[in-house]
């Protein structure tokens, strides 16, 4: 009986969403500059007669259990690669906000991946990982490789960033999630001729330099409109966060947590505690940046 792996894995704030048109298949081509962020999942891989998954969590019940799951399609996809069966147990102890635009689900996917390839022995090299990280979602790849990225095509090629120093965010966690391919839409129908996208030269200079008040100033997510638009009550969330003492704010990607970065862990600590007593959000989460991608522990 092989011992079982553990592998811990990041979420994700998007510091630049810049969405195109909506493309034939359906996706819109992106500059998505990702950044790895400090809260994490773990996915414990153990040998067992048939796949299974499972979840702890304090979100444990918004969860798919069933193959919908990108723990276990990530399984599947690496079992059929090898003509082996997914034969695993996938446990998630999930901390990252579901459905919340810090790409959790794809956090899980690219931890089973690689907790599924070190139980199994299955050898695969980074390209291939990749590969099935594409295979299994947009933000997927990402998840694996942490750090901070540029991510063009719909946003699964991947461009590892330089970072200069350590970041400093408060994440204002709302009640019940948001459908990304809803907020695309919103996006869509909101939207008249979306330009190609364009990474922010002043933006990867920020990240280059490790300035958070200049990261501030660029900070930019073509789908907050739309997030706003589903969802109004988060422009509530916004200025509360504005009015605590964040350097900015924006939604997390198709959100609707709200991310806000500030100056330094005393302001952070100060900011959750403001978000939290505004009674504009569920809970708030300090977090650091960038964090390491998926890494067995
Ligand atoms: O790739 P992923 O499965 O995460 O995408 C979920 C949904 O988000 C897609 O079905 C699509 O509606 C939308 N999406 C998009 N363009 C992207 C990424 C995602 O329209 N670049």
């Known amino acids: 009986m092989s011992t079982p792996v553990t592998v811990r894995v990041p979420a994700k704030v998007n510091v630049q969403l810049a969405v195109g048109p909506a493309r034939p298949d359906g996706f819109h081509d992106l500059a998505n500059v990702f950044l790895a962020v400090s809260l994490y999942d773990e996915v414990t891989a153990t040998p067992a007669e048939s796949l299974r998954i499972t979840c702890e969590g304090p979100d444990a019940g918004q969860v798919p259990l069933d193959r919908t799951n990108l723990a276990a399609r990530a399984a599947e996809l690496l079992a059929a690669r090898r003509g082996i069966a997914p034969d695993v147990h996938l446990h998630i102890a999930k901390d990252i906000p579901v459905a919340g635009g810090m790409a959790g689900g794809s956090a899980d996917g690219a931890g089973a991946l690689l907790a599924c390839d070190a139980l199994w022995g299955t050898g695969a090299s980074r390209e291939e990982l990749l590969d099935i990280c594409a295979e299994l979602g947009s933000d997927v790849p990402f998840s694996l490789v942490g750090g901070a990225a540029l991510g063009t095509g719909r946003g699964e090629r991947l461009t590892e960033l330089p970072v200069g120093g350590a970041f400093h965010w408060v994440f204002a966690v709302a009640d019940g999630g948001l459908s990304t391919p809803a907020v695309y839409g919103e996006f869509d129908r909101l939207t008249a001729d979306a330009p190609e996208p364009v990474a922010s030269a002043a933006l990867l200079d920020a990240l280059r330099a490790g300035d958070a008040a200049a990261l501030a100033g660029a900070l930019a997510n073509d789908l907050q409109p739309a997030a706003l638009s589903l969802r109004p009550s988060l422009a509530e969330t916004l200025a509360a966060g504005a009015g605590a003492g964040a350097l900015a704010g ?7 947590t709200t991310a806000f970065l500030v100056k330094d862990a005393e302001s952070a600590a100060a900011v959750a505690a403001a978000l939290t007593a505004s009674g504009t959000c569920r809970a708030a989460r300090t ?9 067995l522990v």
């Open 250 to 256: 924006i939604v997390s990607g198709s959100g609707p």
């Open 287 to 295: 977090a650091t940046s960038p964090a390491a991608g998926a890494t």
